[in-house]
């Protein structure tokens, strides 16, 4: 598999929770077992930073959070900001009615290539371009 795939926010929060539940335990999967398939994952800044900040309300402390921020940007590959991810962000908004901070999120799938947009609370199953919403935390 040489699939990009754009992993959401909410995954890893799921993932990094520690929790012993069947959403912690299927985000744990589905992270790991692309990872071990050969499929790059992509995140971006903007997901690095609401995991940081969901973390942060959680109690964590700034060394875990820290270490977080470096398995992510360790083993992801990282999209940026640009000015096309802005204004495809607004087109998505436009036609799609997602969410501001969704439709960036989309906006940097799609520039980063990705066939896969894996989610929780996005239109599960939605084809944007080539790329499908995936809702992974389903059992």
């Known amino acids: 598999m040489t699939d990009k795939i754009f992993v959401d926010s909410n995954i890893w929060v799921y993932l990094f929770a520690d929790a012993d539940d069947l959403k912690s335990n299927l985000a744990h999967d589905f992270v790991f077992s692309t990872m071990q398939s050969g499929g790059s994952i992509v995140v971006s800044f903007q997901v690095i930073n609401e995991v940081s900040h969901v ?3 959680k109690k964590y402390t700034e060394a875990e959070i820290r270490r977080v921020i470096g398995d992510m940007m360790g083993f992801c590959l990282v ?9 495809l962000a607004s087109d998505i908004r436009d036609k799609h009615s997602f969410s501001f901070w969704d439709s960036q999120i989309i906006a940097s799938a799609l520039l980063s290539d990705c066939s896969i947009l894996a989610s929780e609370d996005m239109q599960d199953g939605m084809v944007l371009s080539d790329m499908v919403i995936k809702n992974v935390l389903k059992a």
Request: aromatic residues 8%; hydrophobic residues 40%; glycine residues 0%.
């Open 79 to 87: 999209s940026d900001f640009s000015r096309a991810s802005l204004l």
């Open 55 to 57: 973390l942060k309300r």
